[in-house]
């Protein structure tokens, strides 16, 4: 095995050896002031040279020294201050270093300190809802049928390929501060349908998926949409390394990446605003608290919904937009991790999300993909329901949730990172439901193994209807839906060096198909059963299988 030079040499070729590598600094720097460098010029320490540069060595192939400092190498070793092996290292130090001088300074500042990175995902999916066949009769939230009213549609089961590519960015600005980027496809996606038969348009049409950057082969070849899924400023301070703060289009701080926390936050969101975290070591790399807090911003909201009355020649605000207030959320978590040994970690979090200024658009799309009426204290869709129901509202922007979280995990590696095991679990609940039915959710479930070998995961979930923010839950567990519980199952293998193969299996059903509490207002169960001709559709969507296998390529 090849030794270290300075291990192996004596105290005074050590000594030679520091003073060979300074000379060689100086030397070349004088080189460069020989030859007319334009940069030392600008400091008055350039002028020019009519001497000739020293023969070039011929032990080296490859790439060669300033001929200053190839010379004073040369005469240093044939004095004997440099031992023959370490004539060859500095020679080959030095060319190096001076290849990478020119290099670095052919570039443009700006295109300096970049790193890129990226990831495209193939994937073949079967989602199956249950068998269509031709002039056969199905029963609206009963036959397994994702049925759509609008526009006369039904899905029994279908198979599709899809694709998903992540390209981004990073550059230090500053020694503290950190730009980014990333782009990603999509398709765009619409939310709040069920109220469109009430006269008003409710629903909100994204041009991209906040939850998918999924894109699906097909429809003639089309070229596919690239969006801009991150854009944002990092700030770390060097007085504070463990404290971050970023602002703008950024990755999910509350997202932890110990197991498969997914059903609070779908994985693909992005959230948009201002966060800061920060780590305070305890014990040093043996006990540690996390804190980080956000302020998110949802929508905003450019203008009202006005109805004109030539006849007095004034207008009056009404549904669905009779204000400007932008629903935000206030989300904060902390944590603690422990490492009593060096193959056991463990820790255990507490979240809590307070989304304010809920308007009917907002509350519309909560309750197309599961959440109640009651999940929502002041839902402006209360409005609806006429100024004589106990419930009613003025339809402003005053709606509210608040949820809490928590889970806990431990990660054991007695043998490795190969064999790690992770058990986790999550429990979610919302504060403000009213009537507290259908409020709580939970989730259990084990990581296996590492990808090199293979990765095993096996969970399974509950969510009640009023559990969490349902625009906000996964998309493909569920199908993006609360009220359901069932299985997920995945392996996941690497092939070769950032190349991986995965499946993965789901399988879920509705939890509740009525209002937990018999005397409860079915409003406050479902606001659309009462004002939607479209609601009852909505409920065959939820007992399905579906399967993924990906190829995931990281670049």
Request: proline share 5%; with cysteine; glycine share 8%.
């Amino acid at each position: 095995m090849r030794r270290s030079l300075l291990t192996t040499a004596s105290p005074k070729s050590k000594r030679s050896f520091a003073a060979a590598a300074l000379l060689c600094a100086i030397v070349f720097l004088a080189d460069r002031a020989l030859a007319g460098d334009p940069v030392l010029q600008d400091v008055g320490l350039a002028k020019a040279s009519n001497s000739q540069p020293a023969p070039t060595p011929t032990e080296d192939s490859g790439p060669e020294p300033s001929p200053a400092a190839a010379e004073m190498l040369k005469s240093m070793r044939e004095k004997g201050l440099l031992t023959e092996d370490e004539y060859q290292e500095l020679y080959r130090r030095q060319a190096k270093y001076e290849v990478n001088q020119k290099t670095r300074e052919g570039v443009p500042g700006w295109l300096q300190d970049w790193t890129f990175g990226g990831d495209l995902r193939l994937r073949y999916e079967r989602r199956d809802f249950g068998n269509l066949g031709f002039g056969q009769t199905y029963t609206l939230g009963k036959d397994n049928i994702n049925v759509v009213v609008v526009p006369n549609r039904g899905t029994g089961v279908e198979n599709r390929a899809r694709f998903r590519l992540r390209l981004g960015g990073e550059k230090k600005v500053v020694p503290d501060l950190t730009f980014g980027f990333r782009i990603a496809t999509s398709t765009e996606v619409s939310y709040g349908n069920l109220y469109s038969s009430t006269g008003a348009d409710y629903s909100t049409r994204t041009l991209s998926d906040p939850r998918s950057q999924n894109v699906t082969f097909g429809n003639f070849f089309d070229s596919k949409s690239i969006f801009l899924d991150r854009a944002y400023l990092s700030y770390r301070p060097s007085y504070a390394p463990t404290l971050n703060v970023i602002a703008g289009k950024f990755a999910n701080p509350f997202v932890s990446k110990r197991f498969l926390d997914s059903l609070i936050w779908d994985n693909d969101i992005n959230p948009e605003g201002v966060a800061a975290s920060y780590r305070f070591d305890l014990s040093p790399d043996r006990v540690w608290l996390d804190a980080t807090a956000g302020l998110l911003t949802l929508q905003e909201l450019s203008s009202v919904t006005l109805t004109y009355n030539s006849t007095t020649n004034t207008a009056v605000s009404v549904l669905p937009d009779i204000d400007q207030q932008n629903p935000y959320m206030l989300a904060f978590q902390g944590g603690i991790t422990g490492r009593p040994d060096d193959w056991v970690q463990m820790g255990a979090r507490i979240s809590y999300y307070d989304l304010s200024h809920i308007g009917t658009r907002v509350a519309a799309a909560m309750e197309d993909l599961g959440n109640g009426g009651a999940a929502i204290s002041r839902n402006p869709l209360f409005r609806l329901l006429g100024p004589t129901n106990s419930l009613f509202e003025d339809g402003s922007s005053q709606g509210r949730t608040r949820e809490m979280v928590t889970d806990a995990y431990v990660n054991f590696t007695p043998w490795g990172e190969r064999y790690s095991m992770t058990p986790f679990f999550q429990y979610m609940h919302m504060f403000n439901v009213v009537g507290g039915s259908e409020d709580n959710g939970w989730l259990a479930g084990i990581d296996l193994g590492s990808a090199e070998l293979v990765r095993l995961t096996v969970m399974y979930a509950s969510i009640g209807r009023n559990a969490t923010n349902a625009i906000f839950t996964d998309s493909d567990i569920f199908e993006g839906f609360t009220n359901a519980e069932g299985w997920y199952f995945a392996a996941e293998r690497q092939i070769w060096r950032g190349v991986r193969m995965r499946g993965a299996y789901m399988r879920s059903r509705e939890l509740q198909g009525d209002c937990a509490l018999a005397s409860q207002s079915l409003a406050l169960c479902d606001t659309a059963s009462q004002i939607s001709d479209l609601a009852p559709y909505r409920k065959t969507t939820l007992d399905r299988q579906r399967f993924q296998l990906d190829l995931m390529v990281d670049f």
